[in-house]
């Protein structure tokens, strides 16, 4: 089973500033990681596939880096919306698994 | 555009069996991968498995002898059972497109489902 290790747990910023997170595997998933911001009481929503891809819909102010065992989602300019947590998950090789999530909080 | 509904009970006795299903609509079963996923209260996620809509399936390995994962193409749903639950298994349990080689998405909006007598 692929080890996904979010850092780090908790990021206290402010709207404005630049958030950066990290995912670390525990051996290479290649580019098969997304990412996923979840708000209370809401469902994870996709933000990034294919380690670098945005999904439909989610401001180009998400970013997505990496390749093997590092990736990173970077957001370049927080909004009060953003401050969420965040999961990183890779797929493509069974079973899929999920970080333990990055809160990013004000 | 897809949206995915959960629905079953929101209490489940210890020993019993959980019986979710997922409606989905504006979009058909076919060629997709179908999964269920659960978040205990205040954790993180954790993916339970697939159902490929020929209904070759996938579970993950923590639950697999408890789990049964099923379509049903002519109501345009796919069904969830876990047995038999402890309290650990209480969690908001998620339907959602993608597994296997895909990533999750849409996602239904999740029910809460409590083990307790």
């Known amino acids: 089973e692929i080890v996904l290790t979010q850092s780090p747990g908790t990021l206290s910023l402010s709207p404005g500033e630049r958030a950066t997170l990290s995912c670390r595997a525990s051996?290479?998933?290649?580019?098969?990681l997304a990412w996923y911001q979840q708000k209370p009481g809401q469902p994870p929503r996709l933000l990034i596939y294919?380690?670098?891809s945005r999904a439909t819909g989610i401001p180009d102010r998400f970013s997505g880096s990496g390749s093997g065992t590092d990736f990173t989602l970077t957001i370049s300019r927080l909004e009060p919306e953003d401050f969420a947590v965040y999961y990183c998950?890779?797929?493509?090789?069974?079973?899929?698994?999920f970080g333990g999530g990055t809160k990013v909080e004000i | 555009q897809v949206q995915l509904q959960e629905s079953g009970p929101g209490l489940v006795k210890p020993s019993e069996t959980l019986s979710l299903t997922c409606n989905v609509s504006?979009?058909?079963?076919?060629?997709?991968?179908w999964s269920w996923i659960r978040q205990p209260p205040g954790k993180g996620l954790e993916w339970v498995g697939y159902?490929?809509?020929?209904?070759?399936?996938s579970y993950n390995p923590s639950l697999k002898s408890r789990v049964t994962i099923s379509l049903d193409t002519s109501k345009n749903q796919f069904s969830l059972k876990l047995s038999p639950v402890t309290a650990a298994d209480t969690a908001v349990y998620y339907c959602?497109?993608?597994?296997?080689?895909?990533?999750?998405?849409?996602w239904g909006q999740g029910t809460l489902v409590t083990v307790s007598s």
């Open positions: 159902s490929y809509y020929t209904g070759s399936t």
């Open positions: 998950q890779h797929y493509g090789s069974s079973p899929d698994t």
């Open positions: 959602a497109r993608g597994g296997a080689t895909v990533w999750f998405d849409p």
């Open positions: 051996q290479s998933v290649t580019s098969s």
């Open positions: 294919g380690a670098s």
């Open positions: 504006g979009g058909s079963l076919r060629n997709f991968y």
